[in-house]
């Protein structure tokens, strides 16, 4: 493990991650997509996908009217869950500390 970097065990290549744009309105048929989706967490980007500015839990729709048309620029400003970037030549060694460090392990 003292080798390996966080580069050598990405799982999922970075298109194709699931993301939505901050500009992205929260109604029914889009709430249901991301229900369908499967995912907990999904990243929000502004602009472009390398310019991820939130994180979405999908939790945080429970209480939502879809009537109200919500952005998520609006649920994830209200949220504010925070975000942790990484650089692809970390070593693990290093994350593994960080992670038992913090609750969440949400990161980019």
């Known amino acids: 493990m003292n080798l390996l970097s966080v580069s050598d065990v990405i799982l999922i290549c970075w298109q194709d991650v699931f993301m939505l744009p901050d500009t992205t309105v929260l109604n029914t048929k889009t709430v249901a997509e991301i229900l369908r989706m499967g995912y907990t967490r999904i990243p929000v980007y502004s602009g472009d996908r390398n310019t991820v ?3 979405l839990f999908v939790k945080d729709l429970a209480l939502l009217d879809p009537d109200d048309n919500f952005t ?3 649920v994830c400003g209200y949220h504010e869950h925070p975000l942790r970037f990484v650089m ?4 693990l060694r290093v994350m593994l500390e960080e ?6 392990f949400n990161v980019f």
């Open 72 to 74: 998520i620029q609006t």
């Open 53 to 55: 500015v939130a994180l």
């Open 88 to 91: 692809e030549d970390t070593p």
């Open 99 to 104: 992670f038992k460090k913090v609750t969440s």
